[in-house]
């Protein structure tokens, strides 16, 4: 039985792309140029680098970004706030977590969004960065650390995610169920693949997990 959800955060809670259209506002190209451009890379499964080394080779993103904060300090520039959530986001967590299960929010992010997240005072029981714990996802050790905050068994736990690579096969690595979540671009294009069958669950958004879980589709373990 599942008594613990876990959820990812880029494109699983937040929808990212007011994030990626300041990002091409900032460096000069069209806005759909750049979402065309890290679709590709989803696509090909290359990472978000890859973009901005194609959108502006030889660019340097950390120097970028500094840049980018003296410029404008009290904007929100690479980051995001409780206006960027899904609409499905606080309703479903509010639902499953009257239903009982553990809600917790652990994905791979910078520093900065620890704050963020709390300030958005979601219906959730903790909250976690992998900025906070040292570790990014696909690692194992990101998933020691999602068990050891959950307080239960690795099979007592679904991990949802927007991505086969980052979320649902290291999840299952490591002994929890996954579900994959069809939403941004690498949800849509990793749903289509054949490993997607090894998913517990695929969901076309967070109110289709609610219905799931209520009428026991989540396949039994082994």
């Known amino acids: 039985m599942v008594r613990a959800l876990v959820f990812d955060v880029g ?21 759909l140029t750049m979402l065309g451009v890290l679709g590709g890379m989803a696509a ?28 404008d300090p009290s904007g929100l520039r690479e980051n995001f706030d409780a206006a960027d959530l899904y609409p499905d986001v606080r309703r479903s967590l509010t639902d499953l977590r009257e239903a009982g299960y553990r809600i917790i929010v652990a994905g791979n992010q910078p520093p900065q969004a620890a704050a963020t997240l709390a300030a958005m005072d979601l219906p959730a029981h903790a909250v976690h960065t992998s900025a906070e714990w040292g570790v990014e996802k696909p690692d194992p050790a990101f998933f020691d ?43 849509h294009l990793h749903a289509v693949r054949p490993e997607a069958a090894v998913a517990d669950l695929v969901l076309d958004g967070l109110d289709d997990l609610v219905v799931a879980l209520a009428e026991g589709r989540l396949h039994p373990v082994g």
């Open 11 to 31: 494109e699983t809670l937040v929808d990212e792309t007011r994030i990626w259209s300041r990002w091409a506002d900032r460096l000069g190209v069209p806005r």
């Open 44 to 71: 090909l499964d290359r990472s978000y680098g890859d973009a901005f080394e194609l959108l502006r080779p030889g660019l340097d993103v950390e120097a970028e970004l500094a840049a980018w904060r003296r410029d």
């Open 145 to 187: 650390r999602v068990v050891a905050v959950s307080g239960q068994d690795p099979d007592e736990i679904l991990y949802v995610g927007d991505r086969l690579d980052n979320d649902v096969l290291p999840a299952q690595r490591a002994g929890l169920r996954a579900a994959l979540l069809r939403r941004g671009p690498w949800g």
